[in-house]
């Protein structure tokens, strides 16, 4: 298994540009998420799935969108790009069985470095 | 104020000494988890408890409901522990609150 997969590794954006991070697990996890990580700040939570078809927003969702049209993919995408999204991108997944989500185990990808001037 | 605090910030040790990171929350909370992000930014989860205490290897991880605090341990520790450690909690929905990370660096 390759587990969870991002790419890609590094991009840089022009402002008002958009772009595309894609997300795929082969591990038949349902849940999906997206995470940010800003430099001396948490992880933010800014979308995520609970299985194909849909999602639901996090903590820090302006200015992203996401699908889940496949249980594997979860692509996340920037429409119009700002300085401020500049951060690190963390796809993650786990496989939640019961009443209480996210007390599972979650798997996290290499992560996505944008930078956006 | 950050409702997930991670103490110390930074940390350094020398091989084989014991190391403690704690973390404390200030919102009632149904699990905790502990995660390590490498020197390259991965991140893998290392702990998810409710209660009580769970060992892994070197590890130990240990949660106090009543007092809202939690306790990573690394026994003999090791350069290769050197990494960011993540203390992060779930409470009331299926999202998780992480905290800042506490930085560390073991010297041989």
């Known amino acids: 298994n390759a587990g969870v997969t991002q790419t890609p590794k590094f991009r840089i954006l022009k402002i008002g540009q958009s772009m595309t991070l894609q997300c795929t697990q082969d591990?038949?996890?349902?849940?999906m998420y997206w995470y940010r990580q800003d430099p001396g700040m948490g992880l933010k939570l800014i979308y995520y799935s609970v299985g194909a078809g849909i999602t639901d927003k996090g903590e820090v969702p302006n200015g992203y969108n996401v699908s889940r049209s496949t249980t594997e993919d979860f692509p996340l995408r920037l429409e119009l790009a700002a300085p401020s999204q500049t951060s690190v991108y963390f796809c993650?997944?786990?496989?939640?069985?019961?009443?209480?989500?996210?007390?599972?185990?979650?798997?996290f990808g290499p992560g996505t470095r944008l930078t956006v001037l | 104020k950050n409702e997930v605090e991670q103490s110390p910030q930074n940390l350094t040790a020398q091989e084989g000494e014991f190391i403690t990171i704690n973390c404390s929350y200030s919102?009632?909370?149904?699990?905790l988890h502990w995660l390590q992000q490498h020197p390259g930014g991965g991140i893998v989860s290392l702990f998810m408890l409710s209660s009580g205490k769970k060992k892994h290897g070197r590890l130990i991880a240990t949660i106090n409901i009543q007092e809202k605090h939690s306790s990573l341990h690394i026994t003999a520790s090791h350069p290769r522990d050197s990494a960011v450690y993540i203390c992060a909690v779930l409470y009331n929905t299926d999202k998780l609150i992480f905290g800042t990370g506490t930085r560390l660096q073991v010297f041989p």
């Open positions: 993650a997944s786990s496989y939640v069985q019961g009443l209480f989500p996210s007390t599972d185990t979650q798997y």
């Open positions: 919102v009632g909370i149904s699990a």
């Open positions: 591990m038949n996890h349902n849940y």
